[in-house]
């Protein structure tokens, strides 16, 4: 009997244990971000003297003047613009080649699968140089699609990869009783391979976006116009010509990361789906 009683004990403490380790985490994780709220309302005498604690008084001007200084207006449109065309277009051209290398059996498949993959073998910044001197001969730099190219190529790899292995779960039956329906090949991707791989298609949409809104490398070395400048691009600029203006700079920061973690929090539940459904699978 005193047996049995010390088991519900041992599971309630792992459990008690696991809680509070994910806690710590949390906020070792949050605390930055929370920490760059907090000083973004700050003053510039205030932050110099008082870094961790709340502000005595709310500065929303700190705001405004990053948002006019820093010309986040045109980075904000910018940074939309090229997040979205890149992150449609690579799901939708990894969801057509996942769709054709999971689903059809044909001469040098896998080798074609693995030429993909290969790709997530590259360093990005091994790439810059070459990149750059292509993009030149191109004529495609500054301009507003140039970062699109770098883009696209560097997230088909872990798109294909993530939609290839959870498209190969689906059962040949499904097919089978739409081409009996009389649906064509693209009539069968459309209505019924890409509504099944929701969850796996939210978490390549999450992936891409996240990457496209904070990239940095490519931005810097294929975009000098500050009009086609990207917000980490511009926010990296504000820095170095506003040093002093800490308030203005952590305001800055903190709007940029808004999109974000609004995109993150409606797509949450489809990520873990994703990556526990499909992601996982070999």
Not at 55 to 76: C, H, M, Q, R, S
Not at 84 to 111: N, P
Not at 199 to 211: C, E, G, K, R, S
Not at 227 to 245: I, M, R, V
Request: aromatic share 16%; glycine share 6%; charged share 15%.
């Amino acid at each position: 009997m005193a047996k049995t009683n010390e088991i519900p004990k041992k599971r309630s403490f792992k459990k008690v244990s696991i809680y509070i380790a994910l806690i710590i985490f949390a906020i070792i994780n949050a605390y930055p971000i929370i920490w760059m709220a907090i000083n973004s309302f700050k003053s510039e005498k205030e932050f110099a003297t008082n870094q961790f604690g709340f502000p005595k008084k709310f500065i929303i001007e700190n705001y405004t003047a990053a948002w006019d200084i820093a010309n986040l207006g045109v980075l904000f449109k910018n940074s939309i613009f090229i997040t979205v065309t890149a992150t449609v277009l690579t799901v939708f051209i990894g969801a057509l080649a996942s769709y054709f290398l999971s689903r059809f059996d044909f001469k040098m498949s896998k080798w074609l699968y693995g030429f993909f993959i290969f790709g997530l073998l590259i360093p990005i910044h091994a790439t810059l140089v070459p990149m750059f001197i292509l993009m030149k001969n191109l004529g495609l730099l500054n301009t507003p699609i140039t970062l699109l190219f770098p883009y696209i190529a560097f997230h088909l790899p872990i798109t294909i990869f993530i939609l290839t292995s959870f498209m190969k779960g689906f059962p040949k039956d499904i097919e089978e009783s739409a081409i009996m329906d009389g649906c064509g090949v693209f009539r069968i991707f459309w209505s019924i391979i890409l509504p099944m791989s929701r969850p796996a298609i939210a978490t390549t949409v999450i992936l891409n976006f996240i990457y496209n809104w904070n990239e940095f490398s490519f931005a810097l070395v294929l975009i000098n116009d500050p009009e086609l400048q990207t917000l980490p691009l511009g926010l990296a600029n504000f820095a170095g010509q506003f040093t002093t203006d800490y308030g203005a700079q952590m305001a800055g920061l903190t709007m940029s990361l808004i999109p974000i973690v609004i995109f993150y929090m409606i797509f949450e539940k489809n990520i873990v789906k994703g990556m526990t459904a499909g992601a996982v699978k070999g």
